[in-house]
């Protein structure tokens, strides 16, 4: 993701395990730089993600995988609506072989004109 001026790279997210046949995909691999925190880029990114996801390529369940001691990411995806729906305990192994816990979140097709129309108002408000 790059600024509105296109001059500097404020993050990245990504849009991956994606299962045709189920019709399910995840987002993740969210970055965005400390300044970029709580701000309408995040949103922003968001909106043009799951609109693609949901709107354009017609998948029916988006999920997010977060660790259980990332509260930052867990009330953010929670703020867009997602439901949490599982605990893997676990789930993350990290490069030092320790593992830690992870929550799933999900939304569906019909959930996201709701969560659609609330990240529109919040872009809107600025």
Known sequence: MLSRDHETAIGT????????????????????????????ANTETKLLAMTYAFDTLDFVVMSWRIAVDNKRSQDAIMRIGARLQELKPGGLRRSDGSTRDLLIYTMQRAEWPTAKARLVDRLARG
């Not at 993740?28 to 709580?38: E, L, N």
Request: proline share 0%; with cysteine; glycine share 14%.
């Open 13 to 40: 997210t990504s849009l991956h395990s994606w299962d045709c046949t189920d019709g399910s995909l995840e987002m993740g691999g969210t970055w965005f730089g400390r300044r970029w925190w709580r701000t309408a």
